[in-house]
């Protein structure tokens, strides 16, 4: 428990000391900031148990949230690690539903950390330079060079947009989207 409010201390003064960049991603965001601020909670909660969890490794296993959805993106390896993080995410409160992309981890894959994040980065570069697309509200992840789109966004076209430029970068094997135009 206390390893839990170290992280969500931790978490805060990350947020306090990015400033600006906060303040932007929160006054562009699609959510109200209630709801930006609940899931972001929610979001550090599900880290820090995946952190105090002995299968469950934090640095395989990802977890965003938007409107109390989960997100879980990474790699597993074994079936009981897919199925704790689940579950993990599934019992912190104020968790509605939980969508996962798990791939079992590949030791021999000809597509490493490197071409992960040089995917990612091409991709955001692409995200950022297209000014129809509020880039902030989509989040990237990449695995096994798998590109996972998640976010709330304005416009259909933004998804599509998103979804197009994933899908030009070189070493990109597939395009999942989790993206949502958010109801106002």
């Known amino acids: 428990m206390k390893r839990a409010i170290l ?13 600006c960049g906060t303040i932007y991603k929160t006054a562009v965001d699609e959510r109200n900031v209630k709801t930006v601020a609940s899931d972001e ?7 820090a148990r995946f952190l ?3 299968l469950v490794s934090v640095l395989d296993i990802g977890a965003n949230v938007y409107e109390g959805h989960a997100y879980l993106y990474g790699e597993y390896e074994s079936d009981a690690q897919r199925a704790r993080a689940i579950s993990i995410a599934s019992n912190v409160e ?10 079992p ?17 091409s991709l955001e570069k692409e995200l950022i330079s297209d000014d129809r697309i509020w880039s902030t509200n989509v989040d990237v992840a990449v695995i096994q060079c798998n ?13 599509d947009l998103s979804i197009k430029y994933a899908k030009e970068i070189e070493g990109v094997r597939r395009v999942r989207s989790y993206l949502k135009v958010i109801s106002k």
């Open 52 to 54: 105090d969890d002995k």
């Open 147 to 159: 590109v996972v789109l998640m976010g709330l966004v304005g416009t259909q076209k933004e998804i």
């Open 7 to 19: 992280i969500l201390a931790g978490l805060l003064l990350l947020s306090m000391t990015t400033g």
């Open 94 to 103: 104020g968790v509605t539903e939980v969508t996962y992309y798990l791939l």
């Open 105 to 121: 981890k590949v030791k021999s894959d000809t597509c490493g950390t490197t071409d992960n994040l040089m995917i990612r980065g």
């Open 41 to 47: 909670y929610i979001t550090a909660e599900i880290k």
